[in-house]
């Protein structure tokens, strides 16, 4: 069997050839990575010693996960990533929150008079070992309420479930309505992974050299009309048509997969009243972001100044962080 390198290794090469900056946090955090790395590997040759390919409860230390968080821009999808290219494990999955809760509500949609939980987490757990899921956060009780049902079974059957989020377990869905129901799902977290902090000094997306080329406009006058109608592609929407609306991230989804270019105009200023707007316009970066969608925009006043609301302020955070590393050089290559 040739020999991999392991992820410290990994992270020194990045070190040394400058792609990264050392940084103290992810170092430790990588170890615990590893850990659960070649725990996994083992637990494979035992089974394949055994001629057995059942994988159920594998015999993980005390953690069938990872959950890894800090603030935005910490590496925390980096060491994911990381995790998941050197996992070697047949069926591993690598899925955006967005993602994976559209195709829940589609499977209890196409399930309607049975039981789709279970039937569900079965699927996932014949067809995935690892779970990675990146970018986790709860702003809807339904939601959570099926994302708790469904973890509970795959920690049960064996699946290894790594997550990044924004947030620590105790601080999801901060002042949500009915959030004593959600208690069972952050005890389940605590009780099944590893809760490890990224919180380097800085958000290291804002250290990427900017294109000189500005792709975010503004104020609204005729100047930025005429910077924004150089770009030359069909997929043109105002804020108003993709915001103002009642849509959500299935839309979002849709129009991402079939873009590469997105030119959003008159993004207005994200007051306290646009409660719903942010909101969509959160979830619309975070897509784009995603799919890797080239993004020009033309707004009512500069990134800093665009959200004043304290409510959304944590995901706004992302946004805003994203929005910048959106026009970096290293973005749009
Ligand atoms: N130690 C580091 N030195 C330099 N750049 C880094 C370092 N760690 C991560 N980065 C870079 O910073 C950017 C943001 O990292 P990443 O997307 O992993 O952050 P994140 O914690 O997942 O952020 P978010 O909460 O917004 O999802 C990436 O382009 C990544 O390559
Ligand atoms: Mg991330």
Known sequence: MTHKKSL???????????LIKFDAGQWTALHELQTLL???HIYREKLAQLKRWHWKSPPVTAWQGLYLFGDVG???????EWLYAA???????????HVFMQEVHL????????????????HIHDTTQLLCFDEFFINDIADAMLISQLFGVLFNEGVIIVITSNYHPDKLYPNGLQRESLLPFIDLLHAKTAIIELNGEQDYRLTKPIDTVTR???????????????????AVFS???LCDQPKGAQDYLKLAAQIDTLVLTHI????????????RFITLIDVLYEYKVMLICSAEVSIDELHIDKQHKHDFDRTRSRLIEMQSAQYLR
Do not use: W
């Open 8 to 18: 410290s290794q990994e992270y020194e090469k990045h070190v040394a050839d400058k």
């Open 38 to 40: 070649d725990e996994l």
């Open 74 to 80: 910490r590496g925390k999808s980096m060491l994911m």
């Open 87 to 97: 996992c070697e494990l047949p069926k591993k999955r690598r899925v955006h929150f």
């Open 107 to 122: 499977f209890v949609h196409q399930h309607p008079n049975q039981n789709a939980l279970p039937l569900l987490a079965k």
């Open 216 to 234: 975010y406009f503004y104020p609204l006058n005729a100047q930025t009309e005429i910077a924004i109608s150089q770009y030359n592609t069909k």
């Open 239 to 241: 804020f108003a048509e």
């Open 268 to 279: 207005p200023q994200l007051t306290p009243d646009k409660h719903n707007e942010t909101r």
